[in-house]
């Protein structure tokens, strides 16, 4: 089994920070890519950002020059720093990976969320 664990996630002022921090474990041998999205009701999951093995990173078009998409150097770690962060980007995010190798191992996985909250 594969388990993503994510936390910073939390109840922040417009125009505050957040930082999240996603570590996936288990019999993994790499992981080509992993991400952030999200989902808000009334609203289907996005795509927040994502970072391939080689640093090629993509952003939501609503986000991008905010948030920032990293990887850890060692672990399979991914982190999102949100800055000026808006009522808009409420929602439950969710770390993904993405083409995980290792003995029985699903290719996508998914964390179980963790909510950010942002406040007018």
């Known amino acids: 089994q594969v388990q993503l664990v994510e936390s910073g996630g939390g109840l922040v002022q417009a125009g505050g920070s957040l930082r999240l921090s996603c570590t996936a474990s288990g019999s993994i041998f790499s992981i080509n890519a992993m991400g952030w999205y999200r989902r808000t009701p009334g609203k289907e999951r996005e795509l927040v950002a994502s970072i391939t093995g080689g640093g090629n990173t993509n952003y939501a078009d609503s986000v991008r020059g905010r948030f920032t998409i990293s990887r850890g150097n060692i672990k399979h770690t991914v982190y999102l720093q949100m800055n000026s962060l808006k009522p808009e980007d409420t929602a439950v995010y969710y770390c993904?990976?993405?083409?995980?190798?290792?003995?029985?191992?699903?290719?996508?996985?998914w964390g179980q969320g963790t909510q950010v909250t942002v406040s007018s």
């Open positions: 993904n990976a993405d083409g995980v190798r290792g003995p029985e191992v699903p290719r996508v996985c």
